[in-house]
């Protein structure tokens, strides 16, 4: 009977060590690591596109507009993103292109924003493609980096926002990692993925660009699979260039960036019940112009 006792107290310690070692200093549980591969010693976090940008209702104009708003994700995009990442011994590097905000002074509170971690951005006039934005910052993050193979660049939107922290989340960091397949009808005809979230060591950085451009340029596309200047069809040419044993998802469901507002009943059926990420259309409440 002593030696049951003894056997409970002791499985009991480990149980309690072990919650110990899962806390942080303030007492909050922290979030077990689920990436794999060989963690990168610098990540460049690439941001592209409208960090500012309202959508009015063409219908009726008297309602509020959607926004593309990175004031809106800034908290959540560094407490999921940037931190953990920071708290795990990792450099993180930021850089964005963006197209010229509302005014000036949007501009300057964004790159404020960043601070010391922003190595280095460009404003531009609206460009002919979605994927032009992706590959300016890729190859200025490639043009910062040189050839260390101990890097790996993390494309981001600036109006997303995550439920995870990016150390939970199933990540790879010796593959090309997409977020999640495009809606199943889409991924079965054309191999459309997510283009919200791509991490992608350092030495496939040369077929990425060369895959976004395939994936810009309309001619490579017809009919329902019209590329339409998008990064959604870079699989194809990835899989062909470094394999698909090189490339993976986080996500192993089908989905859409807005899942709830742009799927159906049906196709909600096939969604992961809780995306790790999803674009937020709120407004800021007040800006500066």
Same mark, same amino acid.
């Given at each position: 009977?002593?030696?049951?006792?003894?056997?409970?107290?002791?499985?009991? +310690?480990?149980?309690?060590?072990? *919650?110990?070692? $899962?806390?942080?200093? !303030?007492?909050?549980?922290?979030?077990?690591? %689920? &990436?794999?591969?060989?963690?990168?010693?610098?990540?460049?976090?690439?941001?592209?596109?409208?960090?500012?940008?309202?959508?009015?209702?063409?219908?009726?104009?008297?309602?509020?507009?959607?926004?593309?708003?990175?004031?809106?994700?800034?908290?959540?995009?560094?407490?999921?993103?940037?931190?953990?990442?920071?708290?795990?011994?990792?450099?993180?590097?930021?850089?964005?292109?963006?197209?010229?905000?509302?005014?000036?002074?949007?501009?300057?509170?964004?790159?404020?924003?960043?601070?010391?971690?922003?190595?280095?951005?460009?404003?531009?006039?609206?460009?002919?493609?979605?994927?032009?934005?992706?590959?300016?910052?890729?190859?200025?993050?490639?043009?910062?980096? +040189?050839?260390?193979?101990?890097? *790996?660049?993390? $494309?981001?939107?600036? !109006?997303?926002?995550?439920?995870?922290?990016? %150390? &939970?989340?199933?990540?790879?960091?010796?593959?090309?990692?997409?977020?999640?397949?495009?809606?199943?009808?889409?991924?079965?005809?054309?191999?459309?993925?997510?283009?919200?979230?791509?991490?992608?060591?350092?030495?496939?950085?040369?077929?990425?660009?060369?895959?976004?451009?395939?994936?810009?340029?309309?001619?490579?596309?017809?009919?329902?699979?019209?590329?339409?200047?998008?990064?959604?069809?870079?699989?194809?040419?990835?899989?062909?260039?470094?394999?698909?044993?090189?490339?993976?998802?986080?996500?192993?469901?089908?989905?859409?960036?807005?899942?709830?507002?742009?799927?159906?009943?049906?196709?909600?059926?096939?969604?992961?019940?809780?995306?790790?990420?999803?674009?937020?259309?709120?407004?800021?409440?007040?800006?500066?112009?």
């Amino acid at each position: 009977m002593k030696f049951i006792h003894a056997a409970r107290a002791l499985w009991l +310690g480990v149980i309690a060590a072990t *919650a110990a070692k $899962l806390r942080t200093n !303030d007492g909050e549980a922290t979030v077990k690591e %689920m &990436s794999t591969g060989s963690r990168p010693r610098t990540v460049a976090l690439g941001f592209h596109g409208d960090y500012y940008r309202q959508v009015f209702y063409e219908h009726n104009r008297a309602l509020p507009p959607k926004c593309s708003d990175y004031f809106q994700s800034a908290d959540n995009i560094h407490k999921n993103i940037v931190k953990p990442l920071q708290d795990a011994g990792v450099e993180v590097r930021i850089y964005f292109h963006s197209n010229f905000g509302a005014c000036p002074q949007m501009d300057s509170r964004l790159v404020g924003l960043f601070g010391t971690n922003l190595r280095n951005h460009t404003f531009t006039t609206r460009l002919p493609r979605i994927v032009d934005s992706y590959l300016r910052v890729v190859r200025m993050i490639a043009d910062d980096i +040189g050839q260390d193979d101990d890097a *790996a660049i993390l $494309l981001l939107r600036f !109006d997303a926002q995550y439920k995870k922290t990016i %150390m &939970s989340l199933n990540i790879d960091w010796d593959k090309i990692n997409f977020a999640f397949r495009d809606k199943q009808l889409n991924w079965d005809s054309c191999r459309m993925a997510s283009d919200l979230f791509y991490t992608v060591p350092r030495r496939y950085v040369d077929p990425f660009l060369q895959a976004l451009e395939w994936s810009g340029d309309n001619s490579k596309g017809a009919g329902y699979c019209n590329h339409a200047g998008n990064p959604h069809f870079v699989y194809d040419p990835l899989s062909k260039s470094v394999g698909v044993g090189k490339l993976a998802f986080i996500e192993q469901g089908f989905s859409s960036s807005r899942p709830s507002q742009e799927m159906s009943p049906e196709e909600l059926q096939q969604v992961t019940p809780s995306l790790f990420l999803e674009i937020s259309r709120a407004c800021s409440t007040s800006t500066e112009c």
